[in-house]
């Protein structure tokens, strides 16, 4: 089992480490901040019109109630940027870019490099939190559907929501149109008459200009600012040649994922140096939908473990570490600020809704990364929580921390009443707030906490220091800490820390007998339901008879799904597919992973922007764009936004889980009660190949028996076509699962082998654009690869 | 305010919660058993269940207890039929609950 060979980390050493958030540009003055503990936040500037997002009202429609956030205005950046952006390469409106390639720029300066390296680079971030990316989706879908009405042409007449046909039939364009959100043309011919007109009535490049000019952005190629594009432009000229860009999402875990990520590929030999980390921002719509949650702070002050804890404040904030084997650190002589000895991740599976926090999968990501290390829970001398300021993920992470704490109790202390929630980098800032403690040989005290929520382990098994402590080495142990990280659709992670002892000799990394990695069952869900043996015809012939899209997508059955009807009708179709997808395997092949349940977990390969989140993101800024226009484009503007909010319902609680793109994964985990680790990866078109390497990691290593790699492609959103590159009439949806666990464990439980899936080579670096999977030219875009794979089994059994 | 509805016996009691759940919560009612668990097996959330049970104590005229209950201790309909019956008998003086069972 996987428990028992976990694997073991000791050989990874970080050598260096770069920060950007609220307050600080750099390790050391993150340190003073964390010392002197004076809290971060302000009201936004710049863009971000609260007038236009916010009411003290919590209850008013697409408004969220929280005033205040971290923002980094402040930033210094790394010189040489600052000459880059002197020069014109970088813009400060370039933001999560600009905040990386600072961290980037930072980490690696400690670090050697030799000819030949390869790297890669592994970086926890989303789309969902760009105001950048959300400005440009609200400028080109506006721009696109007011001209279109002003044009009188088919795409006004069809309103938002124009689907323009379907391949194998005739295409109609327009009158299709009440069908659903998106649009996806029949062929590509008729695609250039229907996205030809779209793109653009004569108005579009005036609107387009006009807004652009009203969010003061340069006209920046939209597809440039998906997450993997940003990571690639950051990284630019920085890392080895070669390096490859994979972007993680577990939510607000991301970045702790990313690191154990990189740490994979190192062991594995893919590497010689990972830079790995996290980017997140501040929006108006994050802040809207999580406070629809009542998740953020209504007083507008982050307390942590308190009685006064009344929600979170997000930040925006990058960090990154640069990471070696030991071996190759001490080789090269770089500093070795501390070393990853052991990570644990769990799902919390079933029994809670997908984002209730529960403290029985806290705990056992931490047991995980205690065995995984090598080490009891007394060896570990404290911990840098999680500690977000929300009420039920507070009481959660004390319960857990206390649950896993030695007899002599856990200390514990978290920095987001200071900076606040850096979001998808903060598993990275909080591994360079437990490096800075083990360098200066201190514990910083921990900032927001004056009462103990009543009935809390705090002062009992739980011990939160109020003033700063030295930290000194116990009977000679080397000194570990330990850091939790937390994501949304319960992923949660645990990483060891421990300082390098110069005598310990090296372990050598543990050997790995070969067990190829197997795939043992896939499902494929395509539009008008085509039968498993046309499934396989159309794999094998390349040749796709399906319609390109299932037009409006009508919500599984309730058993399939298990969410309220209410709840199904704010989740994106990604997330329906993916549980109607599983649905369809448990029917061929029942529950293939109930005897491994708890190390079974869900890779997810997806790009873009879920279609129900640009939606919302319209409904949150019909009032910033109300104010815009006057005449026959507010005519057409309050058409069209009179036809988005029918479409799309009122941001509400259910919002966030249902546009969150790791939540695809997370459900599966939720509905089938998974208890491994579930993640979302994005590399722009490469995604499913990725998905696939990072499934063959996980399981090579032990950390997974069983890895569902989930692959989806949903059309894009009318008028969003210039975002993804790919021409709209090449786009097909479909959902694709495979089932791939070890020969060794296949054999166990006697389940049939189709194939086996042998790792590498590595997608070479690229750059995530769109190119050609067959020579049909229809495009699945993030699930091509999974298809191809397919494709080649069903070509060679025939 | 509309005057509270009686406390029925067991089986019309737990009739009445499955239906007023499905309304509420919009679940398909034959999915709602007295043992089916509202937020591990119906998908239920937190707040969700908050506003149920806040709907149910209203229903029954027992608002006045809302702020001494915990929602997650009672996680089923069946759970949620012994609670309502149990502060019926509280209400009517009686350590006894409903009438029949």
């Not at chain 1, 006697?750 to 690229?766: F, K, S």
Request: charged fraction near 20%.
């Amino acid at each position: 089992m996987a428990e028992e060979t976990a694997d073991q980390m000791t050989e990874i050493a970080v050598v260096g480490m770069g920060i950007a958030v609220p307050g600080a540009s750099s390790p050391s003055e993150f340190w003073r901040l964390l010392t002197t503990g004076r809290p971060q936040f302000s009201e936004p500037s710049g863009n971000y019109r609260l007038d236009s997002f916010w009411s003290a009202d919590p209850d008013a429609e697409d408004r969220g109630y929280v005033r205040v956030s971290g923002f980094l205005t402040g930033l210094h950046p790394h010189p040489r940027l600052a000459a880059e952006i002197a020069d014109g390469l970088f813009t400060h409106g370039d933001s999560e870019a600009v905040w990386l390639r600072h961290c980037l720029l930072q980490a690696s300066e400690s670090v050697t490099t030799r000819d030949g390296d390869r790297g890669c680079c592994v970086i926890g971030g989303t789309g969902l939190t760009s105001r950048r990316l959300d400005e440009v989706i609200v400028t080109e879908t506006a721009a696109h559907q007011i001209s279109g009405r002003l044009a009188g042409g088919a795409s006004a007449v069809a309103g938002a929501s124009a689907v323009t046909g379907t391949a194998g039939t005739d295409s109609v364009v327009g009158t299709d149109s009440a069908a659903g959100a998106y649009a996806v043309a029949g062929t590509a011919t008729d695609s250039a008459d229907a996205d030809g007109a779209d793109a653009d009535g004569a108005d579009a490049g005036r609107l387009r200009s006009m807004l652009h000019g009203h969010f003061g952005h340069a006209e920046t190629p939209p597809s440039q600012l998906l997450p993997d594009q940003v990571v690639r432009a950051a990284i630019n000229g920085l890392v080895p040649g070669g390096c490859t860009v994979t972007v993680v999402d577990t939510a607000c875990s991301s970045a702790l994922f990313a690191i154990d990520l990189g740490s994979r590929h190192l062991l594995a030999g893919d590497c010689e140096i990972a830079y790995c980390g996290g980017m997140s921002g501040v929006t108006p719509r994050y802040n809207t939908a999580f406070a629809k949650l009542g998740w953020l702070s209504r007083r507008g002050r982050l307390r942590v473990f308190d009685r006064l804890a009344d929600g979170t404040l997000f930040s925006e904030a990058a960090a990154v570490v640069v990471l070696k084997t030991l071996r190759r650190a001490l080789a090269d002589k770089d500093p070795v600020l501390g070393l990853l000895v052991g990570f644990g991740a769990s799902s919390d599976g079933r029994g809670r809704s997908v984002c209730a926090a529960n403290p029985t999968g806290q705990s056992l990501c931490i047991q995980r990364a205690h065995r995984a290390a090598g080490v009891d829970a007394s060896q570990v001398d404290w911990v840098v929580a999680h500690g977000t300021g929300t009420a039920a993920g507070d009481a959660a992470e004390l319960a857990a921390l206390a649950a896993t704490a030695p007899p002599t109790g856990r200390v514990c202390a978290s920095h987001k009443a200071v900076i606040g929630h850096p979001g998808w980098s903060a598993g990275a800032v909080s591994v360079i707030h437990a490096l800075l403690a083990l360098g200066y040989g201190r514990i910083p005290a921990h900032r927001g906490l004056s009462t103990p929520v009543p009935d809390s382990p705090i002062g009992t098994c739980v011990d939160v220091p109020a003033q700063c402590r030295p930290w000194i080495r116990q009977d000679s142990q080397p000194r570990t800490v330990g850091v939790s990280s937390f994501g949304f659709g319960g992923t949660n992670g645990h990483l060891l820390i421990r300082e390098y002892a110069a005598r310990r000799p090296a372990k050598p990394p543990a050997p790995t007998s070969p067990d190829p990695v197997v795939l043992v069952a896939w499902a494929a869900h395509l539009p008008g339901e085509p039968s498993r043996g046309e499934i396989e015809h159309m794999l094998a012939t390349g040749t796709w008879t399906c319609p390109r899209s299932f037009g409006r997508y009508e919500s599984p059955p309730f058993d399939e799904i298990r969410l309220p009807a209410r709840t199904a009708r704010s989740t994106d179709r990604s997330q329906l597919m993916a549980l109607h997808l599983a649905a369809m395997l448990v029917a061929e092949h029942g529950e293939l992973w109930s005897p491994v349940r708890d190390t079974t977990g869900v890779i997810a390969a997806l790009s873009g922007p879920a279609p129900l989140a640009v939606g919302n993101l319209l409904r949150c800024y019909a009032s910033e764009l109300t104010g815009l226009f006057t005449g026959a484009d507010a005519e057409a503007l309050a058409a069209f936004l009179r036809d988005a909010r029918a479409e799309t319902p009122p941001t509400s609680r259910d919002t966030l889980p249902g546009i969150m793109p790791n939540i695809m994964a997370a459900r599966l985990a939720n509905r089938y009660d998974l208890h491994g680790l579930t993640m979302l990866v994005d590399s722009g078109h490469s995604s499913g190949h990725t998905a696939l390497d990072v499934a063959a990691l996980y399981l090579a290593t032990g950390a997974l028996d069983m890895a569902l790699v989930l692959a989806v492609n949903v059309a894009v959103p009318a008028g969003l076509a210039r975002l993804t590159g790919a021409e709209p009439g090449r786009i097909a949806e479909g959902a694709f699962l495979l089932a791939l666990t070890r020969c060794s464990v296949a054999l166990r439980h006697g389940w049939q082998v189709h194939a086996e899936i042998p790792r590498g080579p590595r997608e070479p670096a690229g750059t995530g654009t769109v190119r050609d999977p067959d020579h049909t030219g229809t495009t699945f875009q993030a699930a091509d690869a999974v298809v191809s794979l397919l494709a080649a089994l069903h070509r060679n059994s025939r | 305010m509309t005057t509270p509805a009686p406390v029925p016996t067991t089986p019309e009691l737990l009739e009445e919660l499955r239906r007023i759940c499905a309304e509420a919560v919009e679940i398909p009612i034959d999915k709602i058993t007295a043992e089916a668990d509202l937020a591990a097996d119906l998908g239920v959330d937190s707040l969700t269940m908050d506003e149920f049970l806040v709907l149910v104590l209203q229903h029954y005229g027992m608002s006045a207890k809302v702020n001494s209950i915990q929602t997650t201790s009672y996680p089923t309909i069946g759970a949620l039929a012994d609670l309502v019956q149990r502060l019926n008998g509280e209400r009517n003086g009686g350590g006894n609950s409903g009438p029949d069972d």
